[in-house]
T-cell receptor, first 117, second 115 residues
Framework: AQKVTQAQTEISVVEKEDVTLDCVYE???????LFWYKQPPSGELVFLIR??????QNEISGRYSWNFQKSTSSFNFTITASQVVDSAVYFC??????????????FGQGTTLQVKP | DAGVTQSPTHLIKTRGQQVTLRCSPK?????VSWYQQALGQGPQFIFQ???????QRGNFPDRFSGHQFPNYSSELNVNALLLGDSALYLC??????????????FGPGTRLTVL
């Protein structure tokens, strides 16, 4: 069964600290995509990063970086030098090709990040 | 370039009533998906519309129905409202054939409260 688990419910850090958000997924598909979305208080989900199941190369994009490991079914997301504006709820999501190629997203429960000044 | 828009922003209904939520996709997009996000939870897929037909449906009862118009805009209808239907309803748009790997663009949502 498809499932996304974000074990961290809430994280609080002080500005400029690095923070890593954990995500573990379950899928029976061999072709799938993983996403991270940010949801500020306004409610709109904002796309951050995407990774496909065939590319385990970890990358850095500005202050964001991610660690994708198929062996442990994990897709962790790191914010370097956090800022107060990073405070939001972060969602990890899974999209499987087997689900009809519709892009249906399966979301985790979300991690609330609070960055204090 | 307008993003995904939804209306209304907030809505208050009573149990047993019916509600219609509206969504206009991002310019150039032809596919609309609807998600329900209960308080403190992640969004859950309700259904997706393409070419005015329901393309895929999540685990939601028949009380939830939808429609897509020729201009790609969409409506979500919920009949016989229950208290548990109180949630943020999110609309996402995308291009068919690119939905699996492309990010879906989300609207700001409609906050539905059922009393």
């Amino acid at each position: 069964a498809q499932k996304v688990t974000q074990a961290q419910t809430e994280i609080s850090v002080v500005e400029k600290e690095d923070v890593t958000l954990d995500c573990v997924y379950e899928t029976r598909d061999t072709t799938y995509y993983l996403f991270w979305y940010k949801q500020p208080p306004s409610g709109e989900l904002v796309f951050l990063i995407r990774r496909n199941s065939f590319d385990e190369q970890n990358e850095i994009s500005g202050r964001y970086s991610w660690n994708f490991q198929k062996s442990t079914s994990s897709f962790n997301f790191t914010i370097t030098a956090s800022q107060v504006v990073d405070s939001a709820v972060y969602f990890c999501a899974l999209s499987e090709l087997l689900s009809g190629n519709t892009g249906k997203l399966i979301f985790g429960q979300g991690t609330t990040l609070q960055v204090k000044p | 370039d307008a993003g995904v828009t939804q209306s209304p922003t907030h809505l208050i209904k009573t149990r047993g009533q019916q509600v219609t939520l509206r969504c206009s996709p991002k310019s150039g997009h032809d596919t609309v998906s609807w998600y329900q996000q209960a308080l403190g939870q992640g969004p859950q897929f309700i259904f997706q519309y393409y070419e005015e037909e329901e393309r895929q449906r999540g685990n939601f009862p028949d009380r939830f129905s939808g429609h897509q118009f020729p201009n790609y805009s969409s409506e979500l209808n919920v009949n016989a409202l229950l208290l548990g239907d109180s949630a943020l309803y999110l609309c996402a748009s995308s291009l068919v054939g690119q939905t699996t790997y492309n990010e879906q663009f989300f609207g700001p949502g409609t906050r539905l409260t059922v009393l």
